[in-house]
């Protein structure tokens, strides 16, 4: 079996309004971004779809209920390669990764949205003077180490 010659880039562009409907339908659907390499100079046709969520308490400790957003969303969008994140369960640094670079699709209200933007920012600001101290260290170290993990 021989790959294709050329994989087709993957498009949703069509099909992105039926999502925003479907996340103003949907009241546990607080907010949603699109973030990654679709739609960026970073997209090959190998890149998925990433959408962020940011959904109601119950919703974050319902696994039925975010496999259905997530079935649903890929339905919608006419593709298998989605990958959803629940922005409530995200680390701090997706948190703010998907914040800073993504692409707002929907927002149910704006104070919860804002409210969320401004605990995720606070928590980033403090976090990342001594995550950037870390990585300093961590780089310095590293060359000091061999391939098995013993100091040269």
Do not use: H, W
């Amino acid at each position: 079996m021989s790959l294709p010659e050329s994989i087709p880039m993957l498009n949703i562009d069509d099909r992105l309004e039926a999502i925003k409907r479907y996340f103003a339908e949907q009241p546990i659907v607080f907010a949603a971004y699109l973030f990654g390499s679709y739609g960026t100079e970073y997209q090959t046709p190998q890149s998925d779809v990433d959408i962020a969520v940011l959904v109601d308490n119950e919703t974050v400790n319902d696994i039925d209920k975010q496999l259905e957003l997530e079935c649903r969303i890929s339905d919608i969008l006419g593709t298998d390669d989605v990958d959803v994140l629940f922005l409530n369960q995200a680390s701090l640094l997706m948190q703010y990764k998907v914040l800073r670079t993504g692409r707002l699709l929907y927002e149910r209200e704006g104070d919860l949205l804002s409210d969320f933007i401004e605990y995720v920012l606070i928590r980033y600001l403090d976090y990342q003077i001594d995550y950037s101290a870390f990585c300093r260290e961590y780089d310095k170290a590293l060359p000091e180490v061999d391939s098995r993990g013993r100091g040269r």
